[in-house]
């Protein structure tokens, strides 16, 4: 036997102690860890925030009641109009209402379901790509306690389940990429053979792209330059091959969200409800317009406080840059961990820069840069409306690539590239977050100074990266990780111990100066100041960014208290006479009030459990129903009570039949207050209906 004869190590005998199997169990061990406190963090005291968004909870109760209006998304069981998204996100809560019944935890536990997987499931990517169950987990953490995502997981807009759906295509697009295993026996020796039937994994990415356009329409398709490039990048087949298999993904992504579209394009309008948030009843012109480009460029027919058409945000959503997701009350949703992120993804290119064209790390960085730079720029230069709560769909990125990126810092930190990427990031994250918490004074004031001293020391330590006995590097490494996640940590814990309310939520405290950028916060009772809002001073509830203080807030009703009639932002809270009144002879009619708006009509019809009618939709601004076809339907006794309020404001060209309606009730019927609440009985007219212009 030569010098130079390599002996084959002797085979790990199959035990507990075997290293391989200690390593696999520490990582489900860690694993069940992250998911069983993700789990608390979502799940605890949950229906502290009632109905939450009571527009998405009052369609949940009517696609309860109605599978007409589970299909649509309709306002009400009886199917007056819809809400102003696709439905998908309202099908498992209205499920979980139908086999549970009408609560708090069943509208809100499939969101927290849906943080859950979605974390489960980055880990899961994560540790694929990189081989690392320590990347995985890292990753995982750092979506979990991201602010914003602890606030959309315990609430009930669509962006939760948005996030799951991008998550799980991520990580089928990045299945097609692996190659197929050594041990396989259809590879031929070959480690570029592509896994077997590649285009299957694409096709199921395109299809959960669609599932999410069902969900929350244009903003799913976000993320399609980024699985489009790294597929052509680093896809095993070639080059034809590849293109074929996005044409396949894009078919199969067509299938799966146009299928709805059509049906309901192509669906007799006289027999299904008005489309919510359209003016023309058109699902194509809500998807193109109000909820397509219109966010883009403020040109948004029918929306009500916004800056107006290429208005650069106006005064109402804030204004546009490249700061944006750094400012007001925006940073302290989503920006703990972005310079770090941005800092590793260049890093990790870098450390990837000699590896095969097909690399699934580098893969991985690609996919997770490119959703991170492509939605980041369209969240940051959109003039049309915005709210805090759209950064919930950077936080996967922007973990991924923390964890990615930590990864090939570890591998490469003997060189003097990985220690000053490792110094740069933690000092980097140090500092943003002693700025974030800075505009939070009253929020654990000794926090930003703890995280900045021992931030900093962390980074000075990992000068010596290369140098550290390996105890002294972990616990350096250990004490730098805890540091980077102890402000967004800190936020996350406060949003989940907080009530939130209405339909501009904001994750942590409130934040001094934050001013106009995502819009009020949802605080106990209706948003801003209050905690959970994004505001110094608090503003009404229900009003919008840049109106006078009390306007759109309740008559009688100070901010933060329950009760009123609802209005643009919050719903209505009836008190038990106005809910008795209701329910009388609810049977007799098809809807037992009418109220103009979405979350004026939704609180009424939450806590009666019968249709409401919302005229004009969301915004009130809608063309449904118009005063004919109103008065039509009083003459015909389908409508009980119309519940009167103080209107929304002028809107972006939108319809006026609601103010019509509203003058043309006031004219013909007899007011009365029930709760504090102008309530108008339709089955008494003052005098003839004909005679005022109604229907005979």
Same mark, same amino acid.
């Given at each position: 036997?030569?010098?130079?004869?390599?002996?084959?190590?002797?085979?790990?005998?199959?035990?507990?102690?075997?290293?391989?199997?200690?390593?696999?169990?520490?990582?489900?061990?860690?694993?069940?860890?992250?998911?069983?406190?993700?789990?608390?963090?979502?799940?605890?005291?949950?229906?502290?925030?009632?109905?939450?968004?009571?527009?998405?909870?009052?369609?949940?109760?009517?696609?309860?009641?109605?599978?007409?209006?589970?299909?649509?998304?309709?306002?009400?069981?009886?199917?007056?109009?819809?809400?102003?998204?696709?439905?998908?996100?309202?099908?498992?809560?209205?499920?979980?209402?139908?086999?549970?019944?009408?609560?708090?935890?069943?509208?809100?536990?499939?969101?927290?379901?849906?943080?859950?997987?979605?974390?489960?499931?980055?880990?899961?990517?994560?540790?694929?790509?990189?081989?690392?169950?320590?990347?995985?987990?890292?990753?995982?953490?750092?979506?979990?306690?991201?602010?914003?995502?602890?606030?959309?997981?315990?609430?009930?807009?669509?962006?939760?389940?948005?996030?799951?759906?991008?998550?799980?295509?991520?990580?089928?697009?990045?299945?097609?990429?692996?190659?197929?295993?050594?041990?396989?026996?259809?590879?031929?020796?070959?480690?570029?053979?592509?896994?077997?039937?590649?285009?299957?994994?694409?096709?199921?990415?395109?299809?959960?792209?669609?599932?999410?356009?069902?969900?929350?329409?244009?903003?799913?398709?976000?993320?399609?330059?980024?699985?489009?490039?790294?597929?052509?990048?680093?896809?095993?087949?070639?080059?034809?091959?590849?293109?074929?298999?996005?044409?396949?993904?894009?078919?199969?992504?067509?299938?799966?969200?146009?299928?709805?579209?059509?049906?309901?394009?192509?669906?007799?309008?006289?027999?299904?409800?008005?489309?919510?948030?359209?003016?023309?009843?058109?699902?194509?012109?809500?998807?193109?317009?109000?909820?397509?480009?219109?966010?883009?460029?403020?040109?948004?027919?029918?929306?009500?406080?916004?800056?107006?058409?290429?208005?650069?945000?106006?005064?109402?959503?804030?204004?546009?840059?490249?700061?944006?997701?750094?400012?007001?009350?925006?940073?302290?949703?989503?920006?703990?961990?972005?310079?770090?992120?941005?800092?590793?993804?260049?890093?990790?290119?870098?450390?990837?820069?000699?590896?095969?064209?097909?690399?699934?790390?580098?893969?991985?960085?690609?996919?997770?840069?490119?959703?991170?730079?492509?939605?980041?720029?369209?969240?940051?230069?959109?003039?049309?409306?915005?709210?805090?709560?759209?950064?919930?769909?950077?936080?996967?990125?922007?973990?991924?690539?923390?964890?990615?990126?930590?990864?090939?810092?570890?591998?490469?930190?003997?060189?003097?590239?990985?220690?000053?990427?490792?110094?740069?990031?933690?000092?980097?994250?140090?500092?943003?977050?002693?700025?974030?918490?800075?505009?939070?004074?009253?929020?654990?004031?000794?926090?930003?100074?703890?995280?900045?001293?021992?931030?900093?020391?962390?980074?000075?330590?990992?000068?010596?990266?290369?140098?550290?006995?390996?105890?002294?590097?972990?616990?350096?490494?250990?004490?730098?990780?805890?540091?980077?996640?102890?402000?967004?940590?800190?936020?996350?814990?406060?949003?989940?111990?907080?009530?939130?309310?209405?339909?501009?939520?904001?994750?942590?405290?409130?934040?001094?100066? #934050?001013?106009?950028? &995502?819009? !009020?916060?949802?605080?106990?009772?209706? +948003? *801003?100041? %209050? @905690? $959970?809002? =994004?505001? /110094?001073?608090?503003?009404?509830? #229900?009003?919008?960014? &840049?109106? !006078?203080?009390?306007?759109?807030?309740? +008559? *009688?009703? %100070? @901010? $933060?208290? =329950?009760? /009123?009639?609802?209005?643009?932002?919050?719903?209505?809270?009836?008190?038990?006479?106005?809910?008795?009144?209701?329910?009388?002879? %609810?049977?007799?009619?098809?809807?037992?009030?009418?109220?103009?708006?979405?979350?004026?009509?939704?609180?009424?019809?939450?806590?009666?459990?019968?249709?409401?009618? %919302?005229?004009?939709?969301?915004?009130?601004?809608?063309?449904?129903?118009?005063?004919?076809?109103?008065?039509?339907?009083?003459?015909?006794?389908?409508?009980?009570?119309?519940?009167?309020?103080?209107?929304?404001?002028?809107?972006?060209?939108?319809?006026?039949?609601?103010?019509?309606?509203?003058?043309?009730?006031?004219?013909?019927?007899?007011?009365?207050?029930?709760?504090?609440?102008?309530?108008?009985?339709?089955?008494?007219?003052?005098?003839?209906?004909?005679?005022?212009?109604?229907?005979?």
């Amino acid at each position: 036997m030569t010098a130079t004869t390599v002996l084959p190590e002797p085979r790990q005998p199959d035990t507990a102690a075997s290293p391989a199997r200690w390593s696999g169990r520490t990582h489900r061990l860690g694993l069940a860890a992250l998911l069983t406190a993700t789990a608390v963090l979502y799940l605890w005291g949950l229906d502290a925030s009632g109905w939450a968004n009571t527009f998405y909870s009052a369609a949940a109760q009517a696609g309860s009641e109605s599978w007409t209006a589970f299909f649509f998304g309709s306002s009400d069981a009886a199917n007056s109009i819809t809400v102003d998204k696709t439905p998908l996100s309202l099908w498992p809560m209205a499920l979980a209402v139908r086999l549970f019944g009408l609560s708090s935890w069943s509208i809100l536990v499939p969101q927290a379901i849906a943080g859950v997987l979605s974390v489960w499931l980055l880990s899961a990517t994560v540790r694929r790509c990189t081989g690392s169950g320590g990347a995985g987990l890292l990753a995982g953490a750092a979506l979990a306690l991201t602010p914003v995502a602890a606030l959309m997981f315990r609430f009930n807009n669509p962006d939760a389940l948005l996030v799951l759906l991008l998550v799980a295509s991520a990580y089928a697009v990045l299945r097609a990429l692996e190659p197929r295993a050594a041990d396989d026996p259809g590879n031929p020796g070959n480690p570029d053979v592509p896994a077997r039937h590649p285009v299957r994994w694409l096709a199921l990415a395109g299809a959960l792209v669609g599932l999410a356009f069902l969900t929350k329409m244009l903003q799913a398709f976000l993320v399609l330059p980024a699985f489009a490039l790294v597929y052509l990048m680093a896809g095993r087949a070639t080059v034809p091959t590849r293109l074929g298999h996005l044409l396949v993904a894009f078919g199969s992504m067509v299938l799966a969200g146009g299928w709805w579209v059509a049906i309901v394009e192509l669906w007799p309008a006289a027999s299904r409800p008005y489309i919510g948030g359209s003016q023309h009843d058109s699902i194509i012109e809500l998807t193109l317009g109000y909820n397509g480009f219109g966010r883009l460029n403020g040109n948004e027919t029918g929306a009500v406080g916004g800056g107006g058409p290429g208005g650069g945000g106006g005064p109402s959503w804030g204004e546009t840059g490249l700061g944006r997701m750094f400012s007001g009350e925006i940073g302290g949703q989503i920006a703990w961990l972005l310079p770090a992120a941005l800092i590793l993804l260049v890093a990790g290119l870098w450390f990837t820069r000699s590896r095969a064209r097909s690399d699934l790390t580098r893969a991985a960085l690609v996919l997770w840069g490119g959703w991170l730079l492509v939605t980041g720029l369209t969240f940051s230069l959109m003039a049309g409306i915005f709210h805090a709560y759209y950064t919930v769909a950077l936080a996967p990125a922007i973990a991924a690539l923390v964890g990615i990126g930590a990864a090939l810092v570890w591998q490469h930190r003997h060189t003097a590239t990985a220690t000053g990427v490792a110094v740069l990031s933690v000092a980097t994250t140090a500092f943003t977050a002693f700025v974030l918490l800075g505009r939070s004074p009253e929020f654990v004031p000794w926090l930003r100074w703890v995280v900045l001293v021992v931030g900093l020391l962390a980074a000075a330590a990992l000068l010596a990266l290369s140098w550290l006995p390996r105890r002294a590097l972990l616990a350096t490494v250990a004490v730098a990780l805890v540091v980077a996640l102890a402000g967004p940590a800190a936020y996350a814990v406060q949003t989940a111990s907080t009530p939130h309310v209405g339909s501009m939520p904001t994750a942590g405290p409130s934040v001094v100066g #934050g001013g106009p950028g &995502g819009g !009020p916060g949802g605080g106990p009772g209706g +948003p *801003g100041g %209050a @905690p $959970g809002g =994004g505001f /110094g001073a608090p503003p009404g509830q #229900g009003q919008l960014p &840049g109106q !006078p203080p009390g306007q759109g807030q309740s +008559p *009688g009703q %100070a @901010p $933060g208290q =329950g009760g /009123g009639p609802g209005g643009l932002l919050h719903g209505s809270e009836p008190g038990e006479e106005l809910t008795a009144l209701l329910e009388q002879d %609810a049977e007799d009619h098809t809807w037992v009030a009418a109220a103009v708006g979405s979350n004026s009509a939704a609180g009424y019809q939450l806590a009666t459990e019968e249709p409401v009618m %919302a005229i004009g939709g969301f915004n009130g601004s809608d063309p449904s129903p118009t005063l004919t076809e109103f008065q039509q339907l009083v003459a015909d006794g389908e409508i009980h009570y119309f519940i009167g309020g103080d209107g929304f404001g002028p809107s972006m060209g939108g319809s006026q039949a609601s103010s019509e309606i509203s003058a043309w009730v006031e004219q013909a019927f007899t007011p009365t207050t029930v709760d504090g609440v102008t309530v108008y009985d339709l089955t008494s007219p003052t005098s003839d209906l004909g005679e005022l212009g109604g229907a005979a």
